[in-house]
């Protein structure tokens, strides 16, 4: 079977591998106080064109969010995303867990607009009974959505000045940010988001990595006590130059934009190919993940050979799937679904 139902299905980038091994009999200190740690967070706050962001490593994009949001937010406090956002759909309550509502926003494309923003808030403060309700204080977005879709730079910045306006946090789960950055189209740069974000994270599970996140504060505000957080949330590895090691070799001679870039491209073949057979999307985007909608016994065929993920029902007849290319797609992989959906459509 060929899998591209996700990006994480393969383990890591060989040159992550060959440091890993490289350096497997150093002796280091723990929970990422090691000076792999503390070289990759220079790289990264180079990067990001803030020298002076706290910068963090954590395990996974689970404990990442419910993490940051459990630290940024009182107990009366709740995020505020869209509908299909993350920490709303796929994280099993873990947000909610730590005492915390997610209040979510519709969306058709994934993204959350400062107005949405705006009309929410001044809703809750203008309400009567607002102490009775879970106080709006920190905004959640992902670039790309869980649809592939990405925010402008535009959108990003009436964001941040809504949120910057009304007092709230703005949060930017990264956990697919180089394909992201590296999307035809993209207009937003790291520098950015670093600038225009309280906090938002690096992901390295879903672009080469084996496993972790590289957390990115900009507001000093919310570091406060954060690696107490990190602890008690179970995200600090004692390892912990696990981490570091990871990411000082993605963020070495601009490897974690590269393998990105190749995935994207990779999925721009794909999409085209599905574009060539007038395979309608779900949404559209330019980003590594593909959401055709296309008939059941086409997807039967398809899955004798493939494995992707299922999204919705659209009709009796129709379901719209997700194919994802990631930084270890075989290109000849692509090359041979091209030619199967050409066969079949």
């Given at each position: 079977m060929i899998y591209f139902n996700n990006d994480y299905a393969e383990g890591c980038h060989e040159k992550i591998l060959e440091a890993l091994a490289r350096t497997n009999m150093d002796q280091t200190p723990g929970y990422g106080e090691d000076a792999y740690c503390a070289a990759a967070a220079a790289k990264i706050r180079a990067a990001c064109q803030a020298p002076e962001a706290a910068v963090h490593f954590l395990v996974g994009g689970t404990q990442t969010n419910l993490t940051v949001i459990d630290a940024a937010l009182r107990p009366h406090q709740g995020a505020l995303c869209?509908?299909?956002?993350?920490?709303?759909?796929?994280?099993t309550g873990a947000v909610e867990a730590t005492g915390h509502k997610v209040l979510?926003?519709?969306s058709e494309d994934g993204k959350l607009t400062a107005a949405q923003v705006e009309q929410v808030v001044v809703a809750h403060r203008t309400d009567g009974s607002f102490e009775h309700m879970a106080q709006p204080k920190l905004v959640y977005i992902s670039n790309p959505t869980e649809l592939g879709t990405l925010y402008t730079l535009s959108e990003l910045e009436a964001l941040s000045e809504t949120c910057r306006r009304l007092g709230l946090y703005l949060f930017l789960d990264g956990a697919r940010l180089g394909y992201g950055l590296e999307a035809a189209g993209n207009d937003v740069t790291l520098p950015d988001i670093a600038r225009l974000c309280d906090v938002?994270?690096?992901?390295?599970?879903?672009?080469?990595?084996?496993?972790?996140e590289a957390v990115v504060f900009s507001n000093p505000a919310l570091t406060e006590d954060f690696r107490y957080l990190i602890k008690q949330h179970g995200g600090m590895l004692a390892k912990g130059r696990l981490l570091g090691i990871q990411f000082d070799t993605l963020m070495t001679d601009n490897l974690y934009f590269k393998i990105a870039a190749r995935a994207d491209r990779l999925a721009d073949k794909l999409r085209a190919a599905f574009r060539a057979r007038k395979v309608p999307m779900l949404v559209e985007n330019t980003t590594n993940q593909?959401?055709?909608?296309?008939p059941d016994e086409v997807l039967a065929k398809l899955a004798e050979k493939y494995v992707f993920s299922e999204q919705q029902?659209?009709?009796?007849?129709?379901?719209?799937?997700?194919?994802?290319?990631?930084?270890?797609?075989k290109e000849e992989n692509v090359?041979?679904?091209?030619g199967d959906l050409k066969a079949l459509l």
């Open positions: 869209p509908v299909s956002g993350h920490i709303n759909v796929h994280e979510t926003v519709p938002f994270y690096i992901g390295g599970t879903k672009v080469g990595a084996l496993f972790g593909l959401f055709p909608i296309l029902r659209i009709d009796e007849t129709h379901r719209a799937v997700r194919f994802c290319t990631s930084w270890a797609t090359e041979a679904l091209c």
